[in-house]
């Protein structure tokens, strides 16, 4: 169980980083399977609950908490999928599915520990091993039964793309949900002060928008697809950033958002990012990034930088940050 759960939470992880559909098919069925597999351990867990609980053993609360945790995990990860319900308050299905995710790790960590069950090298025979194997099928056929049900229901889920997020308002930028990273909130900026500053080989130098607009901007049909579990096609409006950045011999670039927030890409997607002013023919709203926001297509939504004023070739890898921004 404890394998499975870890696994879960990797793979879980993992999904919300990829972009590229090639991985990602792969990698949101085998977290669905591994998350369904929690299931099927519940009989045999019962057991070593019922007994637990009639030991009366020390800090039972918390394991039922736990307990509480697992469900709302299990039970969230189910609902976003078959898209029955988007919202629970204030918060997208998935939000919660993941701040749930993220509660039970270290309370499991420490039911394993006070338990006194933390794995052995010994647990590592062939029979476990094919207890694995066994474990794994049966949660890959009940992800396959729950997948054809939900075909079959027509349930809006079918429509998910294959990071498991559900479609909104493709080509209507007005009904577009606005979603930002943890605290980020929208600012208010000023076009006519507005100015992007951009270093690079050729030294530094900013621009107003209106030498933004200089530039040949073209349009590209994208699909931002956030990890609060929505992705939406759009046709942006906007300029390569190759166009305006000379690479020299960096190894990354960053883009800053004038909240603070940044991303590092590979040098070699200059030619596959867009420093967009528009979409589906009128300017962004501020809450999707007024006035220029970055267009990063086969990337989520997180490194869709909102509000960029700033953009710097570096000579630093781009893995050199956090997988997934820290504020
Ligand atoms: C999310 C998963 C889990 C849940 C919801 C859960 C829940 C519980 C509950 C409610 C109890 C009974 C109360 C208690 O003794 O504290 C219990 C007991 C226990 N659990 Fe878990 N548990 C989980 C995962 C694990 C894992 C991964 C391990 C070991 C690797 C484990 C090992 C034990 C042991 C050894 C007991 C005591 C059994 C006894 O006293 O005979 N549990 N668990
Ligand atoms: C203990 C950890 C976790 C468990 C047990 C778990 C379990 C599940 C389950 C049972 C499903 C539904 C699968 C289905 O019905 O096909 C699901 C879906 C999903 N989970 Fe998790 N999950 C965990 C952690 C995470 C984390 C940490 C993330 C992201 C950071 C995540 C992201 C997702 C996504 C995106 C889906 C939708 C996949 C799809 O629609 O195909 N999960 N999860």
Same mark, same amino acid.
């Given at each position: 169980?404890?394998? =499975?759960?870890?696994?879960? +939470?990797?793979?879980?992880?993992?999904?919300?980083?990829?972009?590229?559909?090639?991985?990602?098919?792969?990698?949101?069925?085998?977290?669905?399977?591994?998350?369904?597999?929690?299931?099927?351990?519940?009989?045999?867990?019962?057991?070593?609950?019922?007994? *637990?609980?009639? %030991?009366?053993?020390?800090? %039972?609360?918390?394991?039922?908490?736990? =307990?509480?945790?697992?469900?709302?995990?299990?039970?969230?990860?189910?609902?976003?999928?078959?898209?029955?319900?988007?919202?629970?308050?204030? +918060?997208?299905?998935?939000?919660?599915?993941?701040?749930?995710?993220? =509660?039970?790790?270290?309370?499991?960590?420490?039911?394993?520990?006070?338990?006194?069950?933390?794995?052995?090298?010994?647990? =590592?025979?062939? #029979?476990?091993?094919?207890?694995?194997?066994?474990?794994?099928?049966?949660?890959?056929?009940?992800?396959?039964?729950? @997948? %054809?049900?939900?075909?079959?229901?027509?349930?809006?889920?079918?429509?998910? #793309?294959?990071?498991?997020?559900?479609?909104?308002?493709?080509?209507?930028?007005?009904?577009?949900?606005?979603?930002?990273?943890? @605290?980020?909130?929208?600012?208010?900026?000023?076009?006519?002060?507005?100015?992007?500053?951009?270093?690079?080989?050729?030294?530094?130098?900013?621009?107003?928008?209106?030498?933004?607009?200089?530039?040949?901007?073209?349009?590209?049909?994208? @699909?931002?697809?956030?990890?609060?579990?929505?992705?939406?096609?759009?046709?942006?409006?906007?300029?390569?950033?190759?166009?305006?950045?000379?690479?020299?011999?960096?190894?990354?670039?960053?883009?800053?958002?004038?909240?603070?927030?940044?991303?590092?890409?590979?040098?070699? @997607?200059?030619? #596959?990012?867009?420093?967009?002013?528009?979409?589906?023919?009128?300017?962004?709203?501020?809450?999707?990034? +007024?006035?220029?926001?970055?267009?990063?297509?086969?990337?989520? *939504? +997180?490194?869709?930088?909102?509000?960029?004023? #700033?953009?710097?070739?570096?000579?630093?890898?781009?893995?050199?940050?956090?997988?997934?921004?820290?504020?």
């Amino acid at each position: 169980m404890l394998f =499975a759960l870890v696994s879960a +939470f990797i793979t879980g992880s993992v999904v919300q980083a990829v972009g590229a559909p090639t991985a990602g098919r792969w990698l949101a069925a085998t977290h669905g399977v591994i998350g369904l597999a929690v299931l099927v351990l519940t009989p045999w867990k019962s057991r070593v609950i019922s007994r *637990g609980l009639e %030991r009366r053993n020390r800090g %039972r609360t918390l394991s039922l908490i736990l =307990a509480a945790i697992t469900l709302i995990v299990i039970v969230t990860g189910v609902v976003h999928t078959t898209g029955l319900l988007s919202r629970i308050g204030p +918060f997208t299905v998935l939000w919660w599915h993941i701040a749930a995710a993220l =509660a039970l790790l270290p309370v499991l960590g420490w039911h394993v520990v006070v338990r006194n069950t933390l794995p052995r090298p010994l647990d =590592a025979t062939r #029979r476990n091993l094919l207890r694995l194997a066994g474990l794994a099928s049966t949660g890959a056929v009940l992800w396959w039964g729950a @997948d %054809r049900a939900i075909s079959l229901s027509g349930l809006p889920g079918t429509e998910r #793309r294959f990071t498991g997020s559900h479609e909104r308002s493709s080509f209507d930028p007005t009904g577009m949900p606005v979603t930002s990273w943890l @605290d980020d909130t929208t600012p208010t900026i000023d076009p006519s002060s507005w100015r992007l500053t951009l270093s690079d080989a050729a030294g530094s130098r900013s621009l107003a928008l209106s030498d933004l607009a200089s530039f040949p901007a073209v349009e590209v049909t994208a @699909d931002l697809d956030c990890t609060s579990g929505w992705w939406s096609r759009q046709i942006w409006e906007g300029v390569r950033l190759d166009r305006l950045v000379d690479a020299g011999e960096a190894r990354s670039v960053v883009v800053r958002s004038a909240t603070g927030y940044a991303r590092r890409y590979p040098i070699t @997607d200059l030619g #596959r990012l867009w420093l967009a002013t528009g979409v589906g023919g009128e300017s962004l709203s501020p809450g999707h990034g +007024f006035p220029v926001r970055l267009i990063a297509p086969h990337r989520r *939504g +997180f490194w869709w930088v909102k509000w960029v004023d #700033r953009v710097e070739t570096s000579s630093l890898p781009w893995w050199v940050q956090s997988p997934f921004p820290l504020t």
